[in-house]
Structures are given as C-alpha cells and as structure tokens.
C-alpha cells in the first residue's frame, strides 16, 4: 500500500510521517523521498547547477520514480539513488530498498505526474501557511544544506514560489485527505490508520 504525503517545501511532510510510523510501527514502513530522484547535474558548472529550478517537475527524474514504485508494488527491490544537495550530483552508489506492507511517499511534486500519482493509492496534502514553509525551509537549507540566506532567499522569489503556484497547489485537488498544519492530525491518522489495517491486515503482513 502506498501513501502520498505532498504540500509545498517546508509544510511538515517528514512530521506526518514519522506519526504514522509512530502508529503502524517502523517495521513496516518504506520511506521514499521524492528528493532522492532529483537528476544528477554533474555535466553543468557549479555555479549553473545552483541556478537550477528544482521545484519544476522537469528536475525530477519522475519516470524512474514510477518505475521503483511499480517494482515495490509487484514485490521488487529497488536501488534508490543518494542525492547530494551541496554539489547537485548523484553518488554512485545507492540505496537498496525492500517492499514493506506500507509505503510512504513524500514530495512536493508527487501529484504533479500522472505516471507516480496513479500508483499512489491514498494521497495526503499537507496545507500550510507560505510564511511558515518558507521560515522551515530557510532553516533546513542553512543548517543541512550548506546554503546563504541571501540564496535560499533569491531561490524562493525565482522559482520555489511560482513552481509551488503552477505546480504544487493545484496537485492538492487530486488529494484524498488534506491536513491543516495546525489543525487535528489525530483525526486524520485515526482514519488513514484504520484504512491501513483495513488493506493489508488480512494480507497478514502487518504485525
């Protein structure tokens, strides 16, 4: 079974996650991150690789991301690249993954394609409010990312808010659940929790 959790940068995918793991238990979860499959851009320059849209869905290698969630589905292991945010490249070496009863998929951008979003089979939306993603994200990219705030900054007005505008925003019409940031999630992962155990409990996978 696997499960979408989208929204703009910095609206609190990873959090929700981690509840719902906290509920189903570690075990049986496979965490994807969208982030993973960003192309490699070892042929670019540096500095033109740091000027790269990467909230457009064209930076993401989508088909080898619906690829790996068809081989989950089918009982496949897959190799998942590693993504190294400081230089824009891809390591050679990658992460083996093994299909687990429940798989999380996080992303900005996984409703955006029709070839990752038809193999979804509940999609999430988490809504938050701008000023609170754009604070989160300028934290993570300085901290973890090596980043200036000055970039993170120019990064945001060039083509993180207008891709979240003609991208993001309008996936959330394809969710089957959307979550206010601040809202209830208690809720929401009651139900998703029991749509789990709904679907892969008589598989007898889940324990």
Not at 35 to 55: C, G, H, I, T
Not at 74 to 88: A, L, M, N, Q, W
Request: aromatic share 6%; charged share 30%; net charge negative.
């Amino acid at each position: 079974m696997i499960i979408g959790i989208g929204g703009g940068t910095g609206s609190g995918k990873t959090t929700l996650s981690k509840k719902i793991i906290e509920t189903v238990g570690s075990h049986n979860v496979l965490i994807i991150e969208q982030d993973s499959y960003y192309k490699d851009l070892v042929d670019m320059p540096l500095d033109e690789r740091r000027q790269a849209n990467f909230d457009h869905p064209e930076s993401v290698d989508l088909a080898l991301l619906a690829e790996h969630l068809r081989d989950l589905k089918s009982g496949k292991c897959v190799e998942i690249p590693i993504y190294d945010f400081r230089t824009h490249t891809r390591s050679a070496e990658t992460n083996r993954a093994e299909p687990k009863p429940v798989i999380i998929l996080e992303g900005i951008l996984i409703y955006a394609d029709k070839a990752v979003a038809s193999q979804i089979d509940v999609k999430i939306f988490v809504d938050t409010p701008d000023d609170i993603r754009f604070i989160r994200r300028l934290q993570r990219d300085i901290s973890e990312r090596g980043r200036t705030a000055e970039s993170v900054i120019a990064q945001y007005f060039a083509t993180v808010r207008p891709m979240h505008a003609q991208f993001v925003e309008p996936s959330r019409r394809r969710a089957d659940l959307i979550l206010p940031e601040h809202g209830n999630w208690e809720v929401g992962i009651d139900f998703l929790c029991s749509r789990i155990r709904e679907e892969v409990d008589r598989t007898g996978e889940l324990h």
